[in-house]
């Protein structure tokens, strides 16, 4: 117990600033009203939802959970139900064989909600493409709001997408 | 023995049987021809059992029937194409589109009195790929687990025919984004062995530097999450921390955190300079006596060892059976390790150290990481400090079609193999990639026998297998 202690203590706190949203990768126009998107800033519950990825986006999504990033501290954390989450965070190519639950999952999600996908396969730039198994982007089964590409995108970049999805949009937009 | 079974369209428009199958004197490829109609094989899976889902996986997706099986289900195909539209046969267009029909899959049934049944997935409650377990069970403890994956499908094989050799290097190095170097080089090493290619060394040193960087980056991962799992949340945020540090130097060092595209048939795409080398060298000098620490915190914590030992079990006798393979076979007794039985630069010089245990249970599987990751760090500061001088990539050798090549690495999580046949002007004609999750997802239904129903998620992460891998 001493050692375990002592670690924690030698480690400190290694957190780093939280990125800020980015209104570039916005796909739909807001479609939440200001009020309640404040009211998902402080708390937001996210499902993730890996609809056929390679498990590459899985890695930093798990790393964005990491103490560096530190995702809790800005009240936002994933959730084991679509049930309870406010965002569903979904990495692609959405392949044919889930493309079924990955609709079911959305709609099980209580409105209002959002969804954010992941990855260059989730944008629908990703090498799998649309084949007889692959539906490609995200947005060919679900709704859309915000969608980071990279392959797979960095744990800020993930992090930048979701504070946009939560960010009431510029006035004027 | 190992193996893996893919047939596939001859080019005289009949079928062969492609078995890959390892006995101590290497990899032996077995090509059995067949017929034209109603093309058909004697089952393997009494001899192998884990031949069993490869066969389900080679009638979904070419119509190749393996007869006496004890299994008929389907395995790869749900409801997105009907049965009797083979995705793999040349004259499939890979654009097609059918309409969703339902999977209505046959699960075993478990009947008796007090059995219930637990189906979770493919949505899972945590950050994981997909898939479905059916599990019944009496009170707490697991009676039987009966997976079903397939869910993350997405028509790898056919793609790969779209492609050409240098190409394919991207989507192999895809096949599952975890290990994606052991991929990319058994590409490499296939591209390399049908083109008559050969890499420079100093390209097949930086391959080992690459590969072993990989194996530490998943241990430590999944080492945090055991940590986790067990409720020693310190063990996933020390763990974390570390490998995070690890990614950073990859991509300040080699432009990718998780080293995607670094090797390419022919060489690999980036060097390694002097001063680089120094860093990653100091870099794991710190590393190595932080999870030397970790280890000792581990090893002395109670709570965390109660639940490691004895938990998820495969004893070295159903390792054997069932052909166990990768760090969970070494677990389990299995010493098999590709660096070592079958040693290719630059591993032949370094004499890498095989990391065993033989209680096969979550503790062992913890302990072998841990041996594996000290042996990585050495294995990196031989492989620089032999570093040859010259150039890290050849293009490649310009070939005729039909001409074959195996790629066979031992990633982190197990042996990866790639067959390939080459088509005119340096394209596929077939490529089949196997993960080591082939062989080890059976091997989970057994270990999770009698354990607890919370255990799962600590049994499944010790292994910590790949659904995109084997999902194709």
């Known amino acids: 117990m001493y050692r375990l202690l002592r670690q924690i203590a030698k480690t400190g706190i290694i957190t780093e600033p939280a990125p800020q949203s980015d209104e570039s990768l916005r796909q739909l126009e807001q479609r939440m009203d200001e009020a309640i998107l404040k009211h998902f800033g402080r708390s937001l519950a996210i499902r993730h939802v890996d609809a056929g990825s390679c498990n590459g986006c899985e890695l930093e999504i798990h790393a964005a959970n990491s103490a560096y990033y530190n995702l809790e501290r800005l009240g936002i954390k994933f959730v084991a139900s679509p049930r309870h989450a406010d965002m569903l965070l979904v990495t692609g190519p959405v392949s044919r064989n889930m493309e079924e639950a990955l609709r079911r999952t959305y709609e099980a999600t209580p409105e209002p909600k959002l969804v954010v996908a992941i990855g260059d396969c989730g944008c629908g730039k990703g090498i799998f493409g649309e084949n007889y198994a692959s539906c490609g982007a995200v947005s060919n089964v679900i709704p859309v709001d915000v969608a980071v590409p990279g392959c797979p995108p960095d744990p800020a970049a993930i992090m930048r997408a979701i504070l946009t999805a939560v960010t009431t949009a510029a006035k004027g937009r | ?472």
């Open chain 2, 1 to 472: 023995m190992r193996e893996s079974t893919r047939a596939q369209g001859a080019p005289g428009g009949g079928y062969a049987l492609h078995l890959a199958l390892a006995p101590p004197a290497g990899l032996l490829w077995l090509s059995v021809p067949l017929a034209r109609e109603d093309p058909g094989y004697p089952s393997i899976a009494d001899l192998y059992p884990c031949a069993s889902r490869m066969q389900r996986a080679a009638y979904d997706l070419l119509g190749i029937h393996a007869r006496d099986s004890a299994d008929h289900r389907k395995w790869l195909r749900h409801g997105a194409w009907p049965d009797g539209a083979f995705p793999l046969r040349k004259d499939f267009d890979i654009a097609s589109r059918f309409a969703q029909a339902d999977d209505g899959y046959a699960f075993v049934k478990v009947e008796g009195e007090g059995v219930h049944e637990i189906p979770v997935g493919p949505v899972h409650a945590g950050i994981i790929e997909p898939g479905h377990f059916r599990f019944s069970i009496v009170g707490e403890k697991i009676l039987r687990l009966e997976e079903r994956l397939g869910y993350t499908h997405k028509g790898i094989e056919k793609r790969f025919e779209t492609m050409t050799l240098e190409e394919g290097a991207r989507l192999a190095g895809r096949v599952s984004g975890d290990s994606t170097v052991a991929y990319a080089w058994a590409w490499a090493m296939a591209v390399e062995g049908a083109t008559g290619t050969e890499p420079p060394p100093r390209a097949t040193a930086l391959r080992g530097v690459l590969l072993e960087l990989e194996r530490i980056a998943n241990h430590l991962g999944d080492l945090g999450y055991l940590g986790n799992d067990v409720a020693l949340s310190f063990g996933f945020f020390q763990f974390w921390r570390l490998k995070e540090d690890l990614l950073r130097l990859n991509a300040a060092l080699f432009g990718h955190r998780y080293l995607m595209d670094r090797i390419v048939p022919g060489g690999v795409s980036v060097d390694l300079p002097r001063e680089a080398a120094a860093r990653l060298l100091e870099q794991l000098e710190q590393l190595e006596a932080e999870v030397a620490t970790l280890k000792s915190i581990y090893d002395e914590h109670a709570g965390a060892q109660d639940r490691f030992i004895m938990t998820g079990q495969v004893t070295p006798e159903l390792a054997e059976r069932l052909d166990l393979t990768g760090f969970a076979g070494r677990a389990s007794g299995m010493w098999h390790d590709l660096r070592v039985d079958h040693a290719v630069a630059p591993y032949a010089l370094a004499q890498p150290a095989i990391a065993t245990h033989t209680r096969g249970d979550v503790a062992a599987r913890v302990s072998v990481r841990f041996d594996e990751v000290a042996e990585s760090v050495r294995l990196i500061r031989v492989f620089l400090r032999e570093l040859p001088a010259g150039e890290i990539r050849v293009p490649l050798a310009a070939s005729p079609g039909g001409r074959r090549g195996v790629g066979w690495v031992e990633g982190w999580r197990g042996e990866v193999l790639i067959a390939l046949e080459t088509a005119d002007a340096n394209r596929i004609h077939r490529a089949h990639p196997h993960d080591p999750s082939w062989q080890n997802w059976p091997l989970l239904e057994h270990a999770v026998m009698g354990n607890i129903v919370p255990d799962f998620p600590l049994i499944n992460k010790s292994f910590n297998l790949s659904y995109s891998g084997q999902d194709l």
